[in-house]
């Protein structure tokens, strides 16, 4: 494993650097109820282009509902 300090809104140019196009899954648990539209859109775009389609985004929240807007995107979620 190996851990990267940065920002995930950049998350391609991160990873870019390590040779990782690619991912089998995001796991975050990044607050992003509590951040702007703006950049939670952002890291969420960064993540999803990292997937193959079908590939899991999974995200812990403590929100009752989700901090992704669904009519934002054509997406099955639970």
């Not at 990873?15 to 109820?33: D, Y």
Request: proline share 8%; glycine share 8%; net charge positive.
């Amino acid at each position: 494993m190996r851990i990267l300090r940065g920002d995930a809104a950049d998350l391609a140019g991160l990873l870019r650097p390590l040779g990782i196009t690619r991912a089998c899954a995001v796991v975050s648990g990044l607050p992003l109820l509590a951040m702007r539209d703006t950049v939670r859109d952002r890291i969420v775009e960064e993540s999803f282009a990292l997937l193959e389609p079908g590939a899991p985004f999974i995200q812990f929240t403590y929100g009752l509902a989700s901090p992704i807007p669904r009519r934002k995107l054509a997406w099955r979620a639970r």
